[in-house]
């Protein structure tokens, strides 16, 4: 049956902080669902409207005229405030729509999403064609709130807010957000527009570089942008954000292509910037713009390819409806038709990578997206639910390489963050990652990661460089790989041959401040002190609060010699970590004798509390090296080396090591490991 058109008033509904609720209290979510499906199912009756899909908590209707989708909208409201606490927000707009397999499509569409999205809570923003349509048929009253710019539409829109009795009224201040003019104020607040800025300042060489592209410049380097959710519901945005990260893996198996990572990408997201501005500031050739506009037993995506210089220019765009359970393959399909659309020349090895297709059970995927929503915030209890669905993505379908990935990382993240002790959690951290390799060996997060493994896990340096050079070969873009590449061949006495690759990481990244602080460390490993301090202190300004800069700059401060700066990186470092022990043993220490026996105190209290806190035996070295106490330092130090504290791999390179380098005890270390000397 083919599509039709017609005029109609959209209406989109969400309730505000659902998904909060629902990862606090899944009864409550629930009963609170159930009350608003009845509200909205019995309003949308009642005023002649028809319920197009729900979507999570909201729901998509449509109507045949601009005054019953308003009147539904106002009871709608009207019964929340009476059977709900939460909060509606509605959208309405009057345009054309496609009707399509009990489903509607349109630009109108993604305008009433858009302005539902931008409601206050509990209100009702409406289209100037709402408003025209009422005005003169019934008293509903309006505010005029200007003309807003709303995402992925490419003019503005003259915007009103309902406020009849009971509907809030928006504020001076949301007006004038509305209309952009608080637009710096937000950037300046986000960490990533800092860092922006300071590229900016940076990147006047590659600014002149595309200001003189020609037309017929090939593209070298492309941007993913994040994926814009216009399936209406909120709750999918994990699924969303999951598939982003999906084709930004796949299409940076193109060694072709620079591909800029997920972090990067993700600056960008709801940044009002046009795709040259973007483009100068990353150094990159084109874009990538990704919409899902359905997401059920069939998946709806607008893929748009957009060339950068001289202008923006759209080369590309074309509609994917797949099946669901072909999800796990289509950024690879996505992936394939890039390259075709730029005439790339794909090699025989990434052809066999990009065409290859496993079947996935879809549930078994969206547990995984659901495990690495919750693994990258990285906290005990978000570790936690990280691995409850990574273990339950992997019963759903044991052949699903990525769960096992999952489960590994999440082992290897309790030890990260120092909740576990490598030797409890080593063999199962390998039990998972042997399973995921085992059933597909071509994914780069497992060489990565079994890199890593190899590296600080087992000390096994034989086998961790073939997975190194494994992972850039599969995918050249990753900059997991290049950053702990540069720290490996650091351990293997090549420093400065690490730097470009830590460098390559930073490029490929440019806002993950993890991988700033590596390139920091492997400068201070490579003995340039002054360059690590620069970098180091940037990125302290920038975000002063960042857990792995702290310690690289109290090392470097620590190198030069600059024991009060050191100390106090030592105090922040202990007040962000809430170690009230720490704080009092330091403070007291610096106060009897200074730097030195500040140093010392903390280590002693770390020692004193171990049977009851875990301490990572590699903080007490690291202390007793700063306070300059050899016996102590050796001592544990073959204590780290029995516990395997991971750490260890550094003492071949890190100049804290370089007063104890003649030692007898530590040359045996040396030798034990297999390190050079």
Same mark, same amino acid.
């Given at each position: 049956?083919?599509?039709?058109?017609?005029?109609?008033?959209?209406?989109?509904?969400?309730?505000?902080?659902?998904?909060?609720?629902?990862?606090?209290?899944?009864?409550?979510?629930?009963?609170?669902?159930?009350?608003?499906?009845?509200?909205?199912?019995?309003?949308?009756?009642?005023?002649?409207?028809?319920?197009?899909?729900?979507?999570?908590?909201?729901?998509?209707?449509?109507?045949?005229?601009?005054?019953?989708?308003?009147?539904?909208?106002?009871?709608?409201?009207?019964?929340?405030?009476?059977?709900?606490?939460?909060?509606?927000?509605?959208?309405?707009?009057?345009?054309?729509?496609?009707?399509?397999h009990k489903d509607i499509f349109g630009d109108g569409v993604n305008i009433a999403s858009r302005l539902q999205s931008a409601a206050d809570p509990g209100g009702i923003y409406i289209s100037e064609s709402i408003q025209k349509s009422i005005r003169a048929k019934i008293t509903v009253k309006t505010k005029y709130l200007g003309q807003i710019k709303l995402k992925n539409v490419d003019y503005l829109v003259n915007t009103y807010s309902i406020v009849e009795d009971?509907?809030?009224?928006?504020?001076?201040?949301?007006?004038?957000?509305?209309?952009?003019?608080?637009?710096?104020?937000?950037?300046?607040?986000?960490?990533?527009?800092?860092?922006?800025?300071?590229?900016?300042?940076?990147?006047?060489?590659?600014?002149?570089?595309?200001?003189?592209?020609?037309?017929?410049?090939?593209?070298?380097?492309?941007?993913?942008?994040?994926?814009?959710?216009?399936?209406?519901?909120?709750?999918?945005?994990?699924?969303?954000?999951?598939?982003?990260?999906?084709?930004?893996?796949?299409?940076?198996? %193109?060694?072709?292509?620079?591909?800029?990572?997920?972090?990067?990408?993700?600056?960008?997201?709801? &940044?009002?910037?046009?795709?040259?501005?973007?483009?100068?500031?990353?150094? %990159?050739?084109?874009? &990538?713009?990704?919409?899902?506009?359905?997401?059920?037993?069939?998946?709806?995506?607008?893929?748009?390819?957009?060339?950068?210089?001289?202008?923006?220019?759209?080369?590309?765009?074309?509609?994917?409806?797949?099946?669901?359970?072909?999800?796990?393959?289509?950024?690879?399909?996505?992936?394939?038709?890039?390259?075709?659309?730029?005439?790339?020349?794909?090699?025989?090895?990434?052809?066999?990578?990009?065409?290859?297709?496993?079947?996935?059970?879809?549930?078994?995927?969206?547990?995984?997206?659901?495990?690495?929503?919750?693994?990258?915030?990285?906290?005990?209890p978000d570790l936690d639910r990280a691995m409850d669905y990574f273990q339950l993505s992997s019963k759903i379908d044991s052949n699903y390489a990525l769960a096992y990935l999952g489960i590994s990382r999440t082992w290897g993240g309790y030890v990260q963050h120092g909740f576990l002790p490598y030797n409890e959690v080593s063999e199962k951290e390998e039990a998972a990652r042997n399973k995921a390799l085992m059933l597909d060996s071509s994914l780069v997060e497992?060489?990565?990661?079994?890199?890593?493994?190899?590296?600080?896990?087992?000390?096994?340096?034989?086998?961790?460089?073939?997975?190194?050079?494994?992972?850039?070969?599969?995918?050249?873009?990753?900059?997991?790989?290049?950053?702990?590449?540069?720290?490996?061949?650091?351990?293997?006495?090549?420093?400065?041959?690490?730097?470009?690759?830590?460098?390559?990481?930073?490029?490929?990244?440019?806002?993950?401040?993890?991988?700033?602080?590596?390139?920091?460390?492997?400068?201070?490993?490579?003995?340039?002190?002054?360059?690590?301090?620069?970098l180091l202190l940037k990125l302290y300004k920038i975000e002063p609060d960042q857990g792995i800069a702290l310690p690289a700059l109290w090392a470097v401060y620590h190198e030069l010699g600059d024991k009060e700066k050191a100390f106090d990186i030592a105090n922040k470092i202990y007040k962000l970590r809430k170690n009230e022990g720490a704080l009092k043993a330091l403070q007291q220490g610096f106060e009897e004798g200074g730097y030195n026996l500040a140093m010392?105190?903390?280590?002693?209290?770390?020692?004193?509390?171990?049977?009851?806190?875990?301490?990572?035996?590699?903080? %007490?070295?690291?202390?007793?090296?700063?306070?300059?106490?050899?016996?102590?330092?050796?001592?544990?130090?073959?204590?780290?080396?029995?516990?395997?504290?991971?750490?260890?791999?550094?003492?071949?390179?890190?100049?804290?090591?370089?007063?104890?380098?003649?030692?007898?005890?530590?040359?045996?270390?040396?030798?034990?490991?297999?390190?050079? %000397?």
């Amino acid at each position: 049956m083919p599509a039709k058109r017609k005029l109609a008033a959209i209406m989109f509904t969400d309730i505000v902080g659902y998904t909060a609720l629902m990862g606090s209290d899944e009864d409550k979510a629930f009963e609170v669902l159930e009350k608003s499906r009845d509200i909205h199912i019995k309003s949308i009756n009642k005023f002649n409207g028809k319920l197009v899909k729900e979507m999570g908590d909201g729901m998509l209707a449509h109507f045949d005229t601009a005054i019953d989708s308003v009147l539904c909208a106002i009871e709608i409201q009207k019964q929340s405030r009476q059977q709900i606490k939460e909060k509606i927000r509605i959208g309405l707009h009057l345009g054309d729509i496609t009707f399509d397999h009990k489903d509607i499509f349109g630009d109108g569409v993604n305008i009433a999403s858009r302005l539902q999205s931008a409601a206050d809570p509990g209100g009702i923003y409406i289209s100037e064609s709402i408003q025209k349509s009422i005005r003169a048929k019934i008293t509903v009253k309006t505010k005029y709130l200007g003309q807003i710019k709303l995402k992925n539409v490419d003019y503005l829109v003259n915007t009103y807010s309902i406020v009849e009795d009971g509907l809030p009224i928006p504020s001076p201040a949301k007006i004038e957000q509305l209309k952009g003019k608080s637009l710096f104020h937000k950037l300046t607040r986000s960490i990533y527009s800092y860092i922006i800025l300071i590229l900016l300042i940076i990147a006047i060489g590659p600014w002149i570089r595309n200001a003189f592209k020609t037309e017929t410049s090939p593209i070298s380097s492309l941007l993913i942008l994040p994926f814009d959710n216009f399936t209406g519901d909120d709750s999918l945005e994990y699924i969303v954000a999951g598939m982003h990260d999906a084709l930004i893996g796949d299409v940076g198996k %193109i060694s072709a292509l620079r591909v800029p990572s997920k972090r990067t990408a993700n600056a960008y997201r709801n &940044v009002e910037k046009s795709i040259p501005q973007i483009a100068t500031e990353l150094n %990159i050739d084109a874009a &990538v713009e990704t919409s899902v506009t359905c997401y059920g037993e069939n998946i709806c995506i607008q893929v748009k390819l957009i060339s950068a210089f001289p202008e923006e220019k759209l080369l590309w765009v074309h509609d994917f409806n797949i099946d669901k359970g072909q999800i796990s393959n289509l950024t690879k399909k996505i992936a394939t038709e890039i390259s075709q659309q730029i005439n790339l020349n794909l090699t025989h090895q990434e052809e066999k990578l990009l065409n290859e297709s496993r079947p996935i059970d879809p549930d078994a995927y969206e547990a995984y997206l659901r495990g690495m929503a919750h693994w990258e915030l990285g906290t005990k209890p978000d570790l936690d639910r990280a691995m409850d669905y990574f273990q339950l993505s992997s019963k759903i379908d044991s052949n699903y390489a990525l769960a096992y990935l999952g489960i590994s990382r999440t082992w290897g993240g309790y030890v990260q963050h120092g909740f576990l002790p490598y030797n409890e959690v080593s063999e199962k951290e390998e039990a998972a990652r042997n399973k995921a390799l085992m059933l597909d060996s071509s994914l780069v997060e497992i060489h990565a990661r079994m890199a890593v493994y190899y590296t600080w896990g087992k000390w096994n340096w034989k086998k961790a460089e073939p997975e190194f050079l494994k992972a850039i070969e599969i995918n050249t873009n990753y900059a997991f790989t290049h950053a702990y590449y540069s720290h490996f061949l650091a351990i293997m006495g090549n420093p400065e041959k690490g730097l470009p690759h830590s460098e390559l990481a930073m490029q490929l990244d440019p806002f993950n401040t993890l991988y700033i602080s590596i390139h920091g460390q492997a400068l201070k490993n490579a003995g340039k002190y002054d360059e690590a301090l620069e970098l180091l202190l940037k990125l302290y300004k920038i975000e002063p609060d960042q857990g792995i800069a702290l310690p690289a700059l109290w090392a470097v401060y620590h190198e030069l010699g600059d024991k009060e700066k050191a100390f106090d990186i030592a105090n922040k470092i202990y007040k962000l970590r809430k170690n009230e022990g720490a704080l009092k043993a330091l403070q007291q220490g610096f106060e009897e004798g200074g730097y030195n026996l500040a140093m010392q105190r903390t280590a002693e209290m770390m020692i004193s509390k171990s049977d009851s806190v875990y301490y990572p035996l590699g903080q %007490i070295v690291t202390l007793y090296c700063r306070a300059g106490m050899k016996e102590e330092a050796l001592e544990w130090l073959e204590k780290a080396y029995e516990e395997h504290d991971s750490n260890m791999p550094y003492i071949s390179v890190d100049p804290l090591f370089n007063f104890l380098r003649d030692e007898p005890r530590f040359q045996n270390l040396l030798k034990k490991m297999d390190l050079p %000397i």
